[in-house]
């Protein structure tokens, strides 16, 4: 998404001042790309005895295509919700708001197998279009309705593709001329281990090349 | 990484009170998962008649694997700087610090193609083990090389897997203990167009079932 005509106001010495640079040790390799996402799946429990739904948590969610929109999702071939995921070919993400944290924290520790965790979380299951096994998570702010289009084990994980088909949003989440305000959904992120709510805004996608008019305009809402 | 002991303190009905359930709406289906990281790829230059290292930001990165770490980021094919990566094998994710917040946003809406990005935000390539063309950001508090594994074309994106094979991070980051605190790197979080800071720590994973004096130590750093 490079914006061409913004080259006509850049140069090779745009930013003036130097920034410090930290000393730095080498570590291991590890997972350490920071912040990631913290999203609850929903799945359909059809593929079970117990045809009850449930919720995990992943290592990883991320888009991985615009258009169509495609997540991708990393699930290890032990977890309870990866059959129900890939019989199914169906599930949600459903995002995740501060009053959610301790309950995905939760779905995240314990399993399916031993625990209905939409009763132990007094969550509530609800139907979603198109799809029909897997129910979004009604108290989530969004949940994203996804099939599977494609499947490749990694050694540790499984890399799950899913086309997301179907959107549900908050309407608290609009404004009145109807465009979404996701950042009023009070999401979390996660660092190495640790859940955070988010601060200020800083910025917005083109505004280190934005007009001052248009800079001022967007920054102080 | 389900912790069974954390069942034997569960139960069904683990969470007494219930949350709202926000009044929804259907919206068609788009790239709305979030919040996303927001990284800094470096490239070498190496395969190009200009030999200078660039940098650009990705639709989204992301960890696709834990063991051995393995990234995943996505990349339009017609972006300068897939070839740069293709060809040599190599890019480094550097991880966005507030303070380079705006030069990311730079590297974003302009092209290298046509700006030495490097000098344009008055920033530094250096070295970094083990690769041999692409460099790493100085001013990043965090950068992953990564060697490439993997590539798979999508409709918009090719999605890039990538295995990190050496991480440089600042010593500020650790304590005394030698403990990474990748929360002292001031990283940002980018929702649905916008950049944020990160706020207040919520919780630590598996916090939602630690025992009480667990909870009061480590909640209280």
Redesign the interface.
Known sequence: ????A??QR????????????????????????????V?MISTGGSCYSVKRPNIITV??????????????I?VRPE?YSYDAILKSGEFV?N?VS??????C??C????GR???KF??????PVPI?PLEDAPAI??S????ACRVTGH?P????D?ILG??????????L?DSDNA????RAD???Y???????????????????ARPEVLARRLKK
Chains 1, 2 share one sequence.
């Open positions: 998404m490079v914006n061409r913004a080259n850049i140069s090779d010495s745009f930013y003036k001042e130097k920034l410090p640079q930290p000393s730095k040790r080498s570590m291991d390799p590890g997972t350490l790309l920071a912040p990631v996402p999203v290592a990883w969610a991320g888009t991985l295509n615009s258009d169509p929109p495609i997540v991708g990393g977890r993400i995002l501060r009053d959610l944290v301790s309950r924290d939760y995240g520790v314990t399993s031993e625990v209905d009763a132990a979380c007094g969550l509530t279009a009604a108290e702010p969004l949940n994203l490749s990694l050694p540790s994980h890399l086309e997301v088909v179907g959107i549900e949003a908050a309407t608290s609009f979404l305000h996701l950042e999401l979390i992120s660092i190495h281990g640790q859940y955070y709510e988010l601060g200020k805004l800083l910025g917005f996608f083109g505004y280190s090349i």
